[in-house]
């Protein structure tokens, strides 16, 4: 294995711990959706009791059976890394984690961290030629064949789950989710642009992966 695969997937471990941490201790802790998967998957917990960490896997398998059609080994390697490393870390925090932010009386401070941290998180995993789960594959295909750029992809999709939230959620609590969301987007974009040392971006992950 070359030292840049090793590179990657210590990259998108990292990713998929900060968007763990992210959605446990910062959207779930305050009662913040999320759009997407995930926040099918928030969702989900706040009115079955089922865990992130499981239903996410469940959404995601279609995508995986896609992804073993159409994509290189090493994306699907890529992939099953975030995906699973996702809901490892999401469960030990569940688990273990003794850390509780409670913003309830500073909702505006929990929408931008959330939306920093996980789109930091998801940011380090795309730029890494991964992906956390089907969703990441969904938007990484919307992007290719759209030109949209792959945070306003999340965005458009995210969205449209948010606007599920309003059947569960408090409006403020969805209005606070959104712009969350929305800062996730712009994060997403950046952290995949960002430029090292003044040389070439790392791949994006729609270019790395082309056939």
């Given at each position: 294995?070359?030292?840049?695969?090793?590179?990657?997937?210590?990259?998108?471990?990292?990713?998929?711990?900060?968007?763990?941490?992210?959605?446990?201790?910062i959207?779930?802790?305050?009662?913040?959706?999320?759009?997407?998967?995930?926040?099918?998957?928030?969702l989900?917990?706040?009115?079955?009791?089922?865990?992130?960490?499981?239903?996410?896997?469940?959404?995601?398998?279609?995508?995986?059976?896609?992804?073993?059609?159409?994509?290189?080994?090493?994306?699907?390697?890529?992939?099953?890394?975030?995906?699973?490393?996702?809901s490892?870390?999401?469960?030990?925090?569940?688990?273990?984690?003794?850390?509780?932010?409670?913003?309830?009386?500073?909702?505006?401070?929990?929408?931008?961290?959330?939306?920093?941290?996980?789109g930091?998180g998801?940011?380090?995993?795309?730029?890494s030629?991964g992906?956390?789960?089907?969703?990441?594959?969904?938007?990484?295909?919307?992007?290719?064949?759209?030109?949209?750029?792959?945070?306003?992809?999340?965005?458009?999709?995210?969205?449209?789950?948010?606007?599920?939230?309003?059947?569960?959620?408090?409006?403020?609590?969805?209005?606070?989710?959104?712009?969350?969301?929305?800062?996730?987007?712009?994060?997403?974009?950046?952290?995949?642009?960002?430029?090292?040392?003044?040389?070439?971006?790392?791949?994006?992950?729609?270019?790395?992966?082309?056939?």
């Open positions: 294995m070359s030292k840049q695969s090793i590179r990657s997937m210590i990259m998108i471990l990292l990713g998929t711990f900060i968007l763990a941490f992210g959605y446990y201790h959207n779930f802790q305050n009662d913040l959706s999320d759009g997407g998967f995930i926040g099918l998957s928030l989900m917990k706040y009115v079955f009791n089922f865990s992130p960490a499981i239903s996410v896997l469940f959404l995601d398998l279609p995508f995986f059976v896609l992804a073993f059609f159409r994509e290189s080994p090493q994306f699907i390697l890529r992939m099953s890394l975030g995906a699973i490393a996702f490892l870390f999401y469960k030990l925090f569940e688990w273990f984690s003794p850390l509780v932010l409670d913003f309830s009386h500073t909702m505006i401070v929990a929408s931008i961290l959330s939306g920093l941290v996980t930091l998801a940011g380090l995993v795309l730029r030629g992906a956390t789960g089907g969703e990441d594959l969904l938007c990484i295909f919307a992007s290719k064949y759209t030109g949209i750029s792959i945070g306003n992809v999340f965005l458009i999709l995210d969205l449209i789950v948010l606007g599920l939230s309003l059947f569960f959620l408090p409006l403020n609590k969805v209005l606070y989710t959104i712009l969350a969301v929305f800062i996730t987007g712009k994060v997403i974009n950046w952290t995949i642009r960002f430029e090292k040392d003044d040389s070439q971006p790392l791949h994006e992950p729609m270019i790395m992966f082309e056939k």
